[in-house]
């Protein structure tokens, strides 16, 4: 049964960081791009960044790039989300999902119900 868990979100100050890691479980990591998204009350979920099938490709949401970083560790089947330069406006809810031999561009549009995913960890930017 493929499962994903998200843990290491938080309360944090503006301009601090975290690492989000998601731990993946069921299926072979190398067979499914993983994507990180986020939602915010009030808004819809959205792509934050994704990384391909190997982790050879990755992509981030302009809002992101450069303070983001996604990566992953084969050995622990782990997907991890630096994250850098916190500000408030990236509050919300941070979900992962796996996407079966999906593209990085096409993982990072998946809708709820489209492959497997976590049950979410808050992040919180506030002082």
């Known amino acids: 049964q493929p499962q994903l868990v998200e843990s290491g979100g938080g309360l944090v100050q503006p301009g601090g960081s975290l690492r989000l890691s998601c731990v993946t479980s069921g299926f072979n990591l190398d067979h499914y791009a993983i994507g990180w998204f986020r939602q915010a009350p009030g808004k819809e979920r959205e792509g934050v960044s994704c990384?391909?099938?190997?982790?050879?490709?990755?992509i981030y949401a302009d809002a992101v790039k450069g303070r983001f970083t996604i990566s992953r560790d084969i050995a622990k089947n782990t997907v991890y989300l630096q994250m850098n330069s916190l500000k408030p406006e990236d509050t919300a809810v941070y979900y992962c999902a796996a996407g079966w031999m999906r593209t990085v561009q096409s993982m990072c549009v998946a809708k709820a119900g489209e492959g497997v995913w976590g049950q979410g960890t808050q992040v919180t930017v506030s002082s």
């Open positions: 990384i391909s099938t190997r982790g050879r490709d990755t």
